[in-house]
T-cell receptor
Framework: DAKTTQPPSMDCAEGRAANLPCNHS???????VYWYRQIHSQGPQYIIH???NNETNEMASLIITEDRKSSTLILPHATLRDTAVYYC??????????FGKGTSLLVTP | GAVVSQHPSRVICKSGTSVKIECRSL??????MFWYRQFPKQSLMLMAT?????????EQGVEKDKFLINHASLTLSTLTVTSAHPEDSSFYIC????????????FGPGTRLTVL
């Protein structure tokens, strides 16, 4: 079973920030938090990952709580092309990723 | 990010035939490749882990004699679905990672297999 809990679906207006939460209360000290997304009928796309510190790249920001039991993926200005299923995954580097059900994000005009 | 390709992107075959799917890491050397499959409206399920030059490790419930995996080089892994049946119809996706440097895995675009 996946070690993360995510809401099944979320809506976001185009141009607004999309904040996707994830609970991972059983994360161990050497496990990373990874975020991927999957657009229909495509392979998952890597977004961002982190261990303890908050991370930011050209796609998104990742905010990890101090106790590391939860995190939030932030898409600062959502576009229609950001509509996808977003997966929050915890795991060790180099190991297979255990995909849960993810959050289906719908960005609306 | 790093690029992983899969070929073919889509295949339709008759029941009983074998189908080979290739997964290539185009701009990095992948010491480990993973094979997943995804049925409609479901999440990705890991099938096997493939390390270059050694036998693949299969997940429980995945038949190793039916899903043959070869990882002969650091840039290529193949999955052969032998004697395919309609229940094998699925979306097959590979991912590649490295043992050092990159922490993230990169996924191929997937192969849609339809067995008639």
């Amino acid at each position: 079973d996946a070690k993360t809990t995510q809401p099944p679906s979320m809506d976001c207006a185009e141009g607004r920030a999309a904040n996707l939460p994830c609970n991972h209360s059983t994360i161990s000290g050497n496990e990373y938090v990874y975020w991927y997304r999957q657009i229909h009928s495509q392979g998952p796309q890597y977004i961002i990952h982190g261990l303890k510190n908050n991370e930011t790249n050209e796609m998104a920001s990742l905010i990890i709580t101090e106790d590391r039991k939860s995190s939030t993926l932030i898409l600062p200005h959502a576009t229609l092309r950001d509509t996808a299923v977003y997966y929050c995954i915890v795991g060790g580097s180099g190991y297979a990723l255990n995909f849960g059900k993810g959050t289906s994000l719908l960005v609306t005009p | 990010g790093a690029v992983v390709s899969q070929h073919p992107s889509r295949v339709i075959c008759k029941s009983g035939t074998s189908v080979k799917i290739e997964c290539r890491s185009l701009d990095f050397q992948a010491t480990t490749m993973f094979w997943y499959r995804q049925f409609p409206k479901q999440s990705l399920m890991l099938m096997a882990t493939s390390n270059e030059g050694s036998k693949a490790t299969y997940e429980q419930g995945v038949e190793k004699d039916k899903f043959l995996i070869n990882h002969a080089s650091l840039t290529l892994s193949t999955l052969t679905v032998t004697s395919a049946h309609p229940e094998d119809s699925s979306f097959y996706i590979c991912s590649a990672g490295t043992s050092g440097g990159l922490n993230e895995q990169f996924f191929g675009p997937g192969t849609r297999l339809t067995v008639l």
